[in-house]
T-cell receptor
Framework: QQPVQSPQAVILREGEDAVINCSSSKALYSVHWYRQKHGEAPVFLMILLKGGEQKGHEKISASFNEKKQQSSLYLTASQLSYSGTYFCGTGGSQGGKLIFGQGTELSVKP | EAGVAQSPRYKIIEKRQSVAFWCNPISGHATLYWYQQILGQGPKLLIQFQNNGVVDDSQLPKDRFSAERLKGVDSTLKIQPAKLEDSAVYLC????????????FGAGTRLSVL
């Protein structure tokens, strides 16, 4: 079943923070986050595995709560380059297929 | 390291015509995926290959879609005949063995069916 992302879209000014949420109705083994710019390939950002760990990538970090079947992506001090559509992909087992959410469109304005 | 290569980048056809897309994964990646991404939606898996064998094709509309990966390297996805609702971006992704399921995507082929 497809995970649900919220919000669907968000507009920020440079330097502002944002949180994107990803919720699943099924037990999760992993959550993957990707960013896709218009007309380009989705780019892998990070993976979170069972254990509630938080990972970071520059000023982008994420958390994973497997009990709540949720993950959140945190973007701090946003930059223009952060603009794009963010997708979470959820995996129900090790090596299993990913099911992607519908995406969250993030626009960072100067 | 070269990324996932796809061609063509764009294709416009009329309904009921046939079309084929090509994908060359990252060298050494045994697993290859084809996804369909309709405008405003996330990628939806069509088919997964492990080397030249099919692992999952449960969401592939087999009456009109077919895919092959004969030598376990590059792959072709075909649609015959195309319908208007097939208009989408077709993404190819590949994954290395034991790589925590991290998939690397190509830029995709944008198909418009008129």
């Amino acid at each position: 079943q497809q995970p649900v992302q919220s919000p669907q879209a968000v507009i920020l000014r440079e330097g502002e923070d944002a949180v994107i949420n990803c919720s699943s109705s099924k037990a999760l083994y992993s959550v993957h986050w990707y960013r896709q710019k218009h007309g380009e390939a989705p780019v892998f950002l990070m993976i979170l595995l069972k254990g509630g760990e938080q990972k970071g990538h520059e000023k982008i970090s994420a958390s994973f709560n497997e009990k709540k079947q949720q993950s959140s992506l945190y973007l701090t001090a946003s930059q223009l380059s952060y603009s794009g559509t963010y997708f979470c992909g959820t995996g129900g087992s090790q090596g299993g297929k990913l099911i992607f959410g519908q995406g969250t469109e993030l626009s960072v304005k100067p | 390291e070269a990324g996932v290569a796809q061609s063509p980048r764009y294709k416009i056809i009329e309904k009921r015509q046939s079309v084929a897309f090509w994908c060359n994964p990252i060298s050494g990646h045994a697993t290859l995926y084809w996804y369909q991404q309709i405008l405003g939606q996330g990628p939806k898996l069509l088919i997964q290959f492990q080397n030249n064998g099919v692992v999952d094709d449960s969401q592939l509309p087999k009456d009109r879609f077919s895919a092959e990966r004969l030598k376990g390297v590059d792959s072709t996805l075909k649609i015959q005949p195309a319908k208007l609702e097939d208009s989408a971006v077709y993404l190819c992704a590949s994954k290395q063995e034991g790589a925590k399921n991290i998939q690397y995507f190509g830029a995709g082929t944008r198909l418009s069916v008129l």
